[in-house]
């Protein structure tokens, strides 16, 4: 995960770390009540105002830990809000500094409609009670001396799911919230975190469980350009997984089938969107549902590589892993048959390989399920990419315009497009995060670092093109549709 706040990722590496110790060792249920104690032993207190909220904290990140919702409140939601670490932002958006002058011009004052602007001996004062925090005062002030104090939270939130209640804690808008995970890393106090699963998945594997792991193919170069696919493999076997298959293959089937979509929809003059990005198509659910008919049926990698597994093996429990916090929507999303089960971040598999004191180590690049156009679906512009090459392939016509959408901001104005009817290209391909999957919210290095290796990993992959790559996997064995 990629963060500024060394401390929050401390404490939530270590929580996760201690977490899946217990699991692994299955005391849990036994001793994550002395857990608060041996994180925070005090006496004397951190970060916080107490050593008892400190360790409430704690609590409360066991039970995300745990899949459940942090307080008493039962959610569906993914992202969720601690509570008991929110605190610290300020409730009025707009402060007046020292920089105000107390002007004869009284800019502010004249620009506010709300009445909300006095003068005091010293400064202009803004009245939180009156104050409608629409900005003007700020754009108005010569001295730029009203400073805009937005919670770094709703300044994040791409789809304005972020509120506040009568006490200023945040609260998230689960109609409008599209589980992108962008407010996660953006709080300055670790308040906003998201369910793991890593518990159930740990359960799993000790109770003899068949349970493989699907990575994702924004997995390469994360952690160096010497760690492979093969890397990732030996590791998970070692802390209990059965098998890992790489989801690129899954890209490959993805694009395969969203190319016969497209060059269908393209001669009847119909636009679509890609479907891949569980960000995107929560967008398109919450704010723009009359576009649904649009989005391609397709399932996403992740659900291709899962349907092919529990084709092979009903029993099988397969995990995703990736740097997406939107991918645990989607597998959780009831509608799609035979998806992941489960989906990990990069830090919560790094607990688990951390809890069986297991190391990613450098091995040869000789573990290829994906063709190139699949290693990159990860990347923004990936997916249109890999559906273009399919068109060639098999003679369609690849004359297409589509709209590379790299972000929610991005993808917001395509969809306003579309739905004024004035979109200019044939297709969307929509990408929550900028830069496509490689800069997804937990991520484990800088998107350009990550891409340097990664460049260089895929460079050694063979030529195979997409059909090619699917000539050894049994397609008819299940649907590559929702």
């Not at 002030?141 to 789809?159: E, F, G, H, Q, T």
């Not at 995107?280 to 649009?294: A, G, S």
Request: proline share 4%; charged share 25%.
């Amino acid at each position: 995960m990629v963060s500024n706040d060394a401390t929050i990722l401390k404490i939530k590496h270590d929580l996760l770390y201690e977490v899946a110790k217990l699991a692994y060792a299955g005391e849990l249920d036994d001793m994550k009540e002395e857990l608060p104690y041996k994180l925070i032993p005090g006496p004397q207190a951190h970060f916080r105002c107490c050593i008892y909220k400190e360790r409430e904290v704690i609590r409360q990140r066991i039970r995300l830990a745990e899949g459940k919702c942090p307080g008493e409140k039962h959610s569906k939601n993914i992202v969720q809000v601690i509570n008991s670490a929110c605190e610290g932002c300020p409730i009025s958006r707009y402060v007046v500094t020292d920089n105000c002058q107390k002007c004869m011009a009284k800019a502010c004052q004249q620009s506010c409609h709300f009445g909300a602007i006095s003068m005091t001996r010293d400064r202009a004062y803004i009245d939180p009670s009156k104050c409608k925090e629409c900005g003007q005062c700020s754009k108005a002030c010569p001295y730029n001396a009203i400073a805009d104090l937005m919670r770094p939270c709703k300044r994040s939130c791409p789809v304005d799911a972020i509120t506040m209640d009568e006490n200023g804690l945040c609260e998230i808008d689960e109609t409008k919230c599209i589980q992108c995970g962008k407010c996660i890393h953006s709080c300055p106090f670790g308040a906003i975190s998201s369910k793991s699963f890593i518990v159930d998945i740990i359960n799993d594997i000790r109770a003899g469980k068949r349970v493989v792991a699907m990575i994702a193919p924004s997995t390469e170069g994360q952690f160096g350009d010497d760690i492979t696919m093969a890397s990732w493999r030996t590791a998970l076997m070692k802390i209990g997984f059965a098998d890992m298959v790489e989801v690129g293959l899954g890209a490959d089937m993805t694009a395969a089938s969203e190319a016969e979509e497209w060059a269908a929809a393209f001669k009847e003059g119909k636009k679509m969107t890609t479907s891949c990005c569980p960000a995107f198509v929560n967008l398109i659910k919450q704010h723009f549902p009359t576009l649904l008919e649009n989005v391609s049926t397709t399932v996403s990698p992740m659900c291709a590589v899962s349907r092919m597994l529990k084709a092979q093996d009903p029993d099988v429990v397969t995990v995703f892993i990736g740097p997406c916090v939107a991918k645990k929507s989607e597998a959780a999303d009831e509608s799609l048959e035979n998806n992941a089960d489960y989906v990990l971040t990069f830090g919560e598999i790094r607990a688990m390989l951390r809890a069986k004191d297991v190391t990613l180590m450098p091995e040869e690049n000789t573990l290829q399920e994906a063709s190139v156009f699949g290693k990159r679906f990860g990347n923004g512009g990936g997916v249109a990419n890999a559906v273009m090459e399919c068109l060639k392939e098999t003679g369609e016509n690849a004359d297409i315009n589509v709209m590379k959408c790299d972000g929610t901001a991005e993808c917001k104005k395509a969809l306003l497009l579309l739905k004024a009817g004035r979109l200019p290209a044939d297709f969307i391909e929509g990408m929550a995060c900028e830069g496509g999957c490689v800069g997804g919210p937990s991520r484990h290095a800088d998107v350009l670092k990550s891409k340097r290796s990664r460049d260089k990993l895929i460079s050694q992959a063979d030529e195979r093109n997409v059909h090619d790559n699917l000539k050894n996997y049994d397609m008819d064995s299940f649907s590559m549709h929702k």
